[in-house]
C-alpha cells in the first residue's frame, strides 16, 4: 500500500501502518498518532450488502463537485478496483492531503478530479496511465494484489477520514456518495474511540448481530512513517 501512494506521490513521510487490534492498548500503540485514515477490509457479507442497500435507498446520487467540497469522493466503476479506490480516499481527505508532493502525479490527478462530478471523476481515474502504471509496479513487488477484472473478489475497503471541520466521513466508492458518520473533537483522530464507535464497531456490531460466521477483518491506518 506504502509503496504506490508513494510511487503516486505522497510523502514518505507518511505511511500505512497494520492495526493489530482495537481492544488491546499495548498493540493499538504501535500505531504513530494522530492516524490521518483508516482502511476497514472485510469480506462483503449478506448483512453488510442488505445494510448498504437499505441504507443508500432513499438516497440521491452524490453529486459534488469543486475545491468547497468537504471531502474527495471517487465513484467506483472499475471491477476490483476497490483497494485503490480506499488508497486514494485515503490521502486524498483530511491532514494527508498536505503531504502530496507538487507536481507528482498525484497532484495532478486530484487537481484534474476536484472540478469534476463522481462520473467523470470515475472516467478520469478509469484512463490515468499514471494510476494503472503504480498499481502494477506496486503489485509486482508484493505490495498489494491486482486481480483481474473478471476475478471473484470478495474483500472490500472502506475508508473513514477525519477532515478539518472535525467531522469523521465513510468514503466507500460503492455507495451512492460519501457519508458523515458524525463529529470529533479536535484532539481526537480516526483511531479515537468515538470514531471507532462511530465506523469500525457500528460495522463489526451489524455483522455479530446477524449470526456472521466469518468476522474477518483486517485495519490499516495511515499515519507518520517510522522512517
Not at 448483512?47 to 467506483?76: H, I, M, T
Amino acid at each position: 500500500m506504502s509503496s504506490l501512494v508513494h510511487q503516486l506521490g505522497l510523502s514518505p513521510s507518511l505511511a500505512f501502518h497494520d492495526v493489530f487490534s482495537i481492544d488491546e492498548p499495548e498493540l493499538l500503540a504501535f500505531v504513530p498518532r494522530p492516524a490521518f485514515a483508516l482502511l476497514l477490509v472485510f469480506p462483503c457479507s449478506k448483512a453488510y450488502e442488505q445494510f448498504r442497500l437499505q441504507e443508500d435507498e432513499d438516497k440521491p446520487d452524490y453529486e459534488g463537485s469543486g475545491p468547497n467540497e468537504e471531502v474527495v469522493w471517487f465513484k467506483q466503476t472499475i471491477r476490483n478496483a476497490c483497494g485503490l479506490i480506499g488508497l486514494l480516499h485515503g490521502v486524498s481527505n483530511g491532514p494527508s492531503r498536505s503531504f502530496i508532493e507538487p507536481g507528482s502525479h498525484l497532484q495532478k490527478l486530484l487537481e484534474a478530479a476536484t472540478p469534476l462530478t463522481p462520473v467523470a471523476r470515475a472516467d478520469l481515474l478509469y484512463e490515468s496511465q499514471a494510476l494503472e502504471s503504480a498499481h502494477q509496479t506496486a503489485a509486482a513487488k508484493g505490495d498489494t494484489s491486482a486481480p483481474a477484472a473478471d476475478a471473484s473478489v470478495d474483500l472490500h475497503y472502506v475508508c473513514f477520514v477525519k477532515t478539518t471541520n472535525n467531522d469523521l466521513w465513510e468514503l466507500d466508492g460503492r455507495r451512492k456518495g460519501p457519508i458523515k458518520r458524525g463529529t470529533l473533537d479536535s484532539t481526537e483522530d480516526v483511531l479515537s474511540e468515538t470514531a471507532l464507535k462511530l465506523g469500525v464497531r457500528s460495522f463489526l456490531r451489524r455483522e455479530e448481530a446477524a449470526g456472521g460466521a466469518e468476522m474477518r477483518f483486517s485495519l490499516v491506518a495511515l499515519a507518520q512513517s517510522f522512517d
